[in-house]
């Protein structure tokens, strides 16, 4: 399974990388753990998703993609 998630759209050669509030990238279709110190009330956990070149040459334009995942809170 790719480290990256495909994209759709007018771009060739990139895909999307997700990092998640610590710094650490997440992969693709890989069970990870990405801990986070929860406070009592209402809390915030960052992702950030960014484009990466899957070759030499990129083809600008329109790259979209979809990252379903699952948070699991214990």
Same mark, same amino acid.
């Given at each position: 399974?790719? =480290?990256?998630? =495909?994209?759709? &759209? *007018?771009?060739?050669?990139?895909?999307?990388? *997700?990092? =998640?509030?610590?710094?650490?990238?997440?992969? $693709? &279709?890989k069970e990870?753990?990405?801990?986070?110190? *929860?406070?009592? &009330? $209402?809390n915030t956990?960052?992702? %950030? +998703?960014? @484009?990466?070149? /899957?070759? %030499?040459?990129?083809?600008?334009?329109? %790259?979209?993609?979809? +990252?379903?995942? /699952?948070? +699991? @809170? $214990?």
């Open positions: 399974m790719p =480290a990256l998630f =495909a994209t759709t &759209g *007018l771009a060739t050669n990139v895909g999307i990388r *997700l990092q =998640a509030s610590a710094g650490e990238f997440l992969d $693709n &279709g990870q753990v990405a801990p986070v110190v *929860l406070q009592d &009330g $209402n956990v960052s992702f %950030a +998703a960014m @484009y990466e070149s /899957t070759a %030499a040459t990129v083809t600008p334009g329109e %790259a979209d993609s979809v +990252a379903n995942f /699952t948070v +699991a @809170y $214990n």
